[in-house]
């Protein structure tokens, strides 16, 4: 019984890798770096894209957003005054109200993805520390956004999550000293399950860090190049 | 292809249940009020577990608790110190890493909780907004833990999670004024989707609302009685 379960499961991930490939590839050919940015609910992640994406220097990048929920258009909603292009992909319907994204999901938002318009796409994931670091969706990069609300101990209990990502952001660093958060602790520990990742501090509240992700973003397509 | 895969879905609820009646019916006989306790990863689902069981006088609940976790033991060792029975159930084990509790992996820890000693049943289901709604373990009652550091468009988010519980918990309130969360638009929120639940705010900083959780948790095994 349990050896079928794992053996169907091997197989959603066999075919789940060959269409991210077949993203990947349509991705590369429209010259559009792919990030996915995962991470619990309410860490932040939207708020960050808010604040990235702002800026009027972030025009350079010709953003877009895919925007991955179970349901609802919440978060795409509050992107709609940044002018950029948006689309919503809703778990929900057709896909059983999946707790995390898949290539075939991502693959269905393409036709309404301006790819030709875009150097840099960025896919939200569904809030959740678990399935989203299984399933790749044709991105360059995986960033694994972590709030110092959730604690210090997040790496130690869902270090799949943090091991599948080039960058670990630690956001809402303006809350540090209300919260019982020991900062080199968490690094302590992300280090014990992803040696040398790239870590920045972000507060999207301050502006810390806002910045040089906007850097880390802009940086993206000749790193992937260079690792490609 | 959409037609077989909702089958499949329903085909694995009803075997959900079937097993939740059979834990049900097992925790029935030994006199203990089971509780599923669920919410993002770091709302605080332990932390508020740890406050509430230290207390001496809730020595008089006879508690014990079923820790659920991807892996690693790390919440179950936080209440070593309490003295109390605590097991615990990894999905990742034989489970498939799976993001949530199901009635079988409840089953499976049977054995090893001492029932006969217990009065109270507290199951820390595995941190996430999904999943956990679907999968009922046999329980009397579910407490949904939502931190103020999450935001408070989460009842619009995650209905089903704010839907099938009988309390809401709004934890870390002693954060309020340090995050953009807006209380009356939260609880509005929270009245669209599940008009009528119980809400208990809490801080496990503060102690606010620990009384009373530990008063709501005292209470369970009558009101159990009285809607069964």
């Given at each position: 019984m349990h050896r079928v379960k794992v053996r169907v499961a091997e197989d959603a991930l066999d075919a789940n890798a060959t269409i991210a490939r077949a993203n990947r590839e349509d991705f590369d050919r429209a010259g559009v770096s792919v990030v996915n940015l995962m991470g619990a609910p309410g860490a932040g992640k939207t708020t960050l894209l808010e604040r990235v994406l702002a800026?009027?220097?972030?025009?350079?990048?010709r953003a877009g957003v895919l925007e991955g929920d179970v349901q609802g258009t919440l978060d795409a909603d509050r992107l709609v005054h940044l002018h950029i292009p948006v689309v919503q992909l809703n778990t929900?319907?057709?896909?059983?109200?999946?707790c995390h994204l898949d290539a075939n999901m991502v693959r269905s938002a393409m036709p309404a993805l301006p790819l030709d318009e875009l150097d840099l796409l960025i896919i939200e994931n569904v809030?959740?520390?678990?399935?989203?670091?299984?399933?790749?969706?044709?991105?360059?990069a995986r960033i694994m956004v972590s709030s110092v609300?959730?604690?210090?101990?997040k790496p130690l209990k869902y270090p799949l999550m943090f091991r599948a990502c080039e960058l670990v952001i630690v956001n809402k660093i303006d809350l540090l000293g209300h919260v019982d958060f020991d900062m080199d602790r968490f690094l302590h520990h992300l280090d014990a399950v992803h040696p040398g990742v790239s870590v920045l501090l972000t507060s999207a509240r301050s502006g810390q860090g806002i910045d040089e992700l906007r850097t880390w973003f802009a940086g993206l397509p000749d790193r992937a190049g260079a690792t490609v």
């Open positions: 800026d009027p220097a972030a025009a350079a990048l929900d319907g057709g896909f059983g109200g999946e809030g959740n520390l678990v399935c989203p670091a299984e399933f790749r969706v044709g991105e360059d609300a959730e604690g210090e101990d």
